[in-house]
Antibody
Framework: EVQLVESGGGLVKPGGSLRLSCAASGFTFSSYNMNWVRQAPGKGLEWVSSITSSSTYIFYADSLKGRFTISRDNAKNSLYLQMNSLRAEDTAVYYC??????????????????WGQGTLVTVSS | DIQMTQSPSSLSASVGDRVTITCRASQSITRSLNWYQQKPGKAPNLLIYAASSLQSGVPSRFNGSGSGTDFTLTISSLQPEDFATYYCQQTYSTLMYTFGQGTNLEIK
């Protein structure tokens, strides 16, 4: 059974840092690209960052402006999100999600087929 | 960046109704469009990938269609468990994904 379990959320003051972790099990973690997606209270989903299976390529949402760093450790089946210079607007539930890639009609199609339960990050003084 | 616009933002319907949610991309995304369902306090659940392919385990009353810039999610006969928020997502921009703002489907 595929499982993704996030941890590391909590209350942090503006300007502070936090490191989120996502422990993966039930699949070959090193074969999949992974993502972080967040959801502010009462708001919609916002894609945050993606990392390819071997960490070769990394992408971030423009809104993060270099404050967040995604990484992974395939030996530990774990995904991470280092968040620095946190702001009140970063308050959200942070989900990790597996990126499934399927081939059809001449091209690949990606989708987020498994998600963790989320971890809440609250930025407040 | 590719922008995704969903309509309507909210929708009231009854059990047994047929409902349609639309999603428009700011540029052509071919068929790189997914639909998710999210219930309060839960993680999103993938319903449709590649515009029209049904994810394993998802009931056949969910149907996706469209290509290019215009897409629809249709629920053929609403069930009580379908009342939730629905999001579209483009994955045309490799590993730089964007979601629509969501459609809240409520019981009338």
């Amino acid at each position: 059974e595929v499982q993704l379990v996030e941890s590391g959320g909590g209350l942090v003051k503006p300007g502070g840092s936090l490191r989120l972790s996502c422990a993966a099990s039930g699949f070959t973690f090193s074969s999949y690209n992974m993502n972080w997606v967040r959801q502010a209270p009462g708001k919609g989903l916002e894609w945050v960052s993606s990392i390819t299976s071997s960490s070769t390529y990394i992408f971030y949402a423009d809104s993060l402006k270099g404050r967040f760093t995604i990484s992974r450790d395939n030996a530990k089946n774990s995904l991470y999100l280092q968040m620095n210079s946190l702001r009140a607007e970063d308050t959200a539930v942070y989900y990790c999600a597996r990126d499934e890639r399927r081939y059809s009609s001449g091209r690949y199609y990606e989708s987020l087929d498994y998600w963790g339960q989320g971890t809440l990050v609250t930025v407040s003084s | 960046d590719i922008q995704m616009t969903q309509s309507p933002s909210s929708l009231s319907a009854s059990v047994g109704d047929r409902v349609t949610i639309t999603c428009r991309a700011s540029q052509s995304i071919t068929r790189s469009l997914n639909w998710y369902q999210q219930k309060p306090g839960k993680a999103p659940n993938l319903l449709i990938y590649a515009a029209s392919s049904l994810q394993s385990g998802v009931p056949s009353r969910f149907n996706g269609s469209g290509s290019g810039t215009d897409f629809t999610l249709t629920i053929s006969s609403l069930q009580p468990e379908d009342f939730a928020t629905y999001y579209c997502q483009q994955t045309y921009s490799t590993l730089m994904y964007t979601f629509g703002q969501g459609t809240n489907l409520e019981i009338k």
